[in-house]
């Protein structure tokens, strides 16, 4: 399945930014989808996840409240809600499509290009 991201730019801090991701190739729905960020000289991490049907999420603590992932199988898109952003959120995002669910980014089967998030204080 081939992915591209997109909605990525600066926003202030407190502000928000909604990514999305599309997918085309193969059933987008037979995928769960997940998002991950690479910050500058950081490694990948787990940001947020969610089951082929949607009806299960989950996030990594540090954006647990703020950030809301959803998906529209209809249009083969998956897309990531990011509110009251700060600067440690500043990262390249990355949507990535796998069998099943894991928080490592090594076990992704497709990636996205990135889209780079910026947050100013």
């Known amino acids: 399945v081939q992915l591209q991201a997109s909605g990525g730019g600066t926003v202030q801090a407190g502000g928000s930014l909604r990514l999305s991701c599309a ?3 193969r059933t987008f729905s ?19 996840f969610i089951s082929r049907a949607g009806g299960s999420t989950r996030y990594a603590t540090s954006v647990k409240g703020r950030f809301t992932i959803s998906r529209d199988n209809a249009k083969n898109t998956v897309y990531l809600q990011m509110n009251s952003l700060n600067a440690e959120d500043t990262a390249v995002y990355y949507c990535a499509a796998a069998g099943g669910f894991s928080a490592e980014s090594t076990r992704m089967d497709y990636w996205g290009k990135g889209t780079l998030v910026t947050v100013s204080s």
Not at 35 to 48: D, L
């Open 30 to 48: 037979n995928y769960y989808m997940e998002w991950f960020r690479q910050a500058p000289g950081k490694e990948r991490e787990f940001v947020a």
């Open 23 to 25: 997918a085309s190739g």
